[in-house]
Structure formats: structure tokens, C-alpha cells
């Protein structure tokens, strides 16, 4: 009945009530209230009955019972042990649930994921906070498993950094970071309305379809290389190279810039993934 689905403001707060829950602010706990953008955000992630999805953060279950509804399987990682019993009495209609407590940052989840579902493939679904956004996102990129797509709520303003084009004022290394690993869209925009408690700001959700890594480039040296372009945003790739740090000159740099096809005046905000790309190889391996 739609009146029992976990979504509905009635039921979030009969089960915090019940249980005498109390808000964690620093884990930046905040509950979704509306099936439309439930809904929307396990189609945004193109979930089907013949995906499992890794889902970080369920809190009380609402997205979770969602996906457990049009998924075939979902292995959830809470941070916070209070919401275990909400957590069992909220998602005990489901068998295709699977929770465990614990840090996402610190578990083991190629092994957890591994002795549940094998070789199986990866959808990772999460409502982040704002303060793991990018710790969260760079582990899971670096999972030795087979990563098909993320879709997380994040921040709004957050959102626009992820999924920003060359030459937009959003654009930066969070935007190159994604493009290193993915095609990244924004599928919805979720006012604060939405939850409980209310944040300050609204959210949106982002889709990312996992890619392979560029051949033989070595993502650390491309962070560097990227965060020392941005480091001066807006000076030339000519003057935020010569003066980052590296042992450089600036006439190695000019022919750096020269043998990657990339006028020295250029700034960073105007570079493309390839162009990045280029720059990383043309760069010396030493810098790191």
C-alpha cells in the first residue's frame, strides 16, 4: 500500500519515534520524504531486476526499499549502529536486502561484495554527505571490482562540479576527476523540501557511467598535473606550471605545452579530459 511505503512522512516519523532516534548532525543525516524523487533516483540509475546495487548510507531504508523493489539485490553499509533496529523492523519484508555497519571508507567491501554476489557486477547507489563526497567517490573508483555506474545525491552546488564542461565557471579538477573515470550527468535536482530534518541547501543527483582508465596514464600524476593547472585559475597554464613547484622553467614548461598542441595563454578552466590527457604524458614521471 502506498500509505506503508517508508517514504511517506507519517511512517518516517512513526519509526524515528518509535525507536526514540535522535539525529547524528556530523554524519549529515538527513531522510528522504517523497516518492517522486525516490522513484527518480533508482531510474536515474537505470536499475533493473537483473542488477545488485551497493548502496552507501541507507539511513532508514527509503531509498533502499525502493531499490529492493526494482533491483535484484542490495548490500547496504550504514555508518551509524542507532539505526540498526530501525533498519530491521523497516526492511524486514525484504530477503534481497543484506545490511552491514561500518565505515565505507574503512570496510573491506571488495571482500564483503565478493562473498555475497562473486564477479557480479556493481551499481553503487548513495545519498552522500557533503564532507565524504569525494573520499567516498575516490574509493569506490578504486575498488578492484566490477564498477558499472554510480548514482549519488550530493550538494547541489557539489552536483554542477561533477558534471561541468570545459569553459564553465563549475568546471574544475572535481569535473576532471569524474571524466577520468566516468561519463557523469545530472538526472534530478532535489529541493531540501524533501527531507527530514531539512538541510540549508538543495540537492541533486548524479549519474555516473563507469568507463576504463585511460591506457598507460597514471592517475596520480594526472591529479598533479590538473591540481597544479587549477592552482592558479586564473593565470595561463604558462604561469600556474612555471610557478607550482616543479623543477621546471619556464621554458621546459613552453615545450611541454608546445609537443601537447596547447597555446601557452590557455588557462586550465578551458582544457578538455584529452587535453589533460596529453599534458600527463608529455609532462616528466618524476613530478611524483
Known amino acids: 500500500?502506498?500509505?506503508?511505503?517508508?517514504?511517506?512522512?507519517?511512517?518516517?516519523?512513526?519509526?524515528?519515534?518509535?525507536?526514540?532516534?535522535?539525529?547524528?548532525?556530523?554524519?549529515?543525516?538527513?531522510?528522504l520524504i517523497d516518492g517522486n524523487v525516490v522513484r527518480s533516483i533508482v531510474q536515474g540509475a537505470g536499475i533493473t531486476k537483473e542488477d545488485r546495487v551497493l548502496e552507501i548510507g541507507p539511513g532508514i531504508g527509503t531509498l533502499t526499499e525502493e531499490l529492493a523493489l526494482t533491483g535484484k539485490s542490495v548490500l547496504a553499509v550504514e555508518l551509524d549502529e542507532k539505526l540498526r533496529p530501525i533498519l530491521q523492523e523497516s526492511l524486514r519484508p525484504y530477503d534481497n536486502v543484506d545490511i552491514i555497519y561500518g565505515d565505507a571508507l574503512?570496510?573491506?567491501?571488495?571482500?564483503?561484495?565478493?562473498?555475497?554476489?562473486?564477479?557480479?557486477?556493481?551499481?553503487?547507489?548513495?545519498?552522500?554527505?557533503?564532507?565524504?563526497?569525494?573520499?567516498?567517490?575516490?574509493?569506490?573508483?578504486?575498488?578492484?571490482?566490477?564498477?558499472?555506474?554510480?548514482?549519488?545525491?550530493?550538494?547541489?552546488?557539489?552536483a554542477k562540479r561533477m558534471a561541468a564542461s570545459p569553459g564553465t565557471k563549475d568546471y574544475g579538477a572535481l569535473s576532471l576527476f569524474i571524466a577520468f573515470h566516468s561519463e557523469a550527468s545530472l538526472v534530478a535536482k532535489v529541493p531540501n523540501t524533501v527531507f527530514i530534518p531539512r538541510p540549508k541547501v538543495d540537492s541533486a543527483v548524479v549519474y555516473m557511467k563507469v568507463k576504463e582508465s585511460p591506457l598507460n596514464i597514471s592517475k596520480e600524476k594526472f591529479s598533479l598535473i590538473v591540481k597544479a593547472a587549477f592552482s592558479k585559475r586564473r593565470k595561463t597554464l604558462l604561469n600556474a606550471?612555471?610557478?607550482?613547484?616543479?623543477?621546471?622553467?619556464?621554458?621546459?614548461?613552453?615545450?611541454?605545452?608546445?609537443?601537447?598542441?596547447?597555446?601557452?595563454?590557455?588557462?586550465?578552466e578551458t582544457l578538455s579530459l584529452e587535453d589533460f590527457l596529453v599534458l600527463t604524458i608529455n609532462f616528466p614521471d618524476d613530478l611524483i
Open 1 to 31: 500500500m502506498e500509505n506503508k511505503r517508508l517514504y511517506t512522512p507519517s511512517r518516517v516519523k512513526e519509526l524515528l519515534n518509535a525507536h526514540g532516534f535522535s539525529f547524528t548532525k556530523a554524519l549529515g543525516q538527513n531522510f
Open 106 to 158: 574503512k570496510l573491506d567491501l571488495k571482500e564483503e561484495w565478493e562473498k555475497r554476489y562473486g564477479k557480479d557486477p556493481v551499481h553503487v547507489v548513495a545519498n552522500l554527505p557533503y564532507y565524504v563526497t569525494t573520499p567516498i567517490l575516490g574509493a569506490l573508483f578504486d575498488l578492484d571490482l566490477p564498477l558499472e555506474s554510480l548514482t549519488v545525491m550530493v550538494q547541489k552546488e557539489v
Open 241 to 268: 606550471f612555471s610557478s607550482y613547484g616543479f623543477p621546471l622553467d619556464k621554458n621546459d614548461v613552453r615545450e611541454i605545452l608546445r609537443k601537447s598542441g596547447i597555446e601557452e595563454t590557455r588557462r586550465a
